[in-house]
Nanobody
Framework: QVQLVETGGGLVQAGGSLRLSCAASGGIFSSYTMGWFRQIPGKEREFVAAISWNGGSKIYADSVKGRFTISRDNAKNTVALQMNSLKPEDTAGYYC????????????????WGQGTQVTVSS
């Protein structure tokens, strides 16, 4: 069983930056594909980015390409999401997730989820 805890959310002005971090415990972190998703109340959870077990492959949603960067540190069991040039439409709860499957943007293929951290971007 893997436990995931996200930190780093907050309130930021449009154009600003935030860095989210997700700490994992209880499993072999380096064996998991890690992903970030986001959700607005009343809407479906949306894929943001994912990174393969060794960091060699990454995928991004079109809406965040060029602005967000996903990275991982297997020695520290952490995955990060660097978010630059934030827009009000990036406002959402951000969730870290883990899967034993290969790189995927499908949320139903992720086995473990964190509790989420709120990101609010003001205009």
């Amino acid at each position: 069983q893997v436990q995931l805890v996200e930190t780093g959310g907050g309130l930021v002005q449009a154009g600003g930056s935030l860095r989210l971090s997700c700490a994992a415990s209880g499993g072999i972190f380096s064996s998991y594909t890690m992903g970030w998703f986001r959700q607005i109340p009343g809407k479906e959870r949306e894929f943001v980015a994912a990174i393969s077990w060794n960091g060699g492959s990454k995928i991004y949603a079109d809406s965040v390409k060029g602005r967000f960067t996903i990275s991982r540190d297997n020695a520290k069991n952490t995955v990060a999401l660097q978010m630059n040039s934030l827009k009000p439409e990036d406002t959402a709860g951000y969730y870290c997730a883990a899967t034993t499957r290969y790189l995927t943007n499908q949320n139903d293929r992720y086995n473990y989820w964190g509790q989420g951290t709120q990101v609010t971007v003001s205009s």
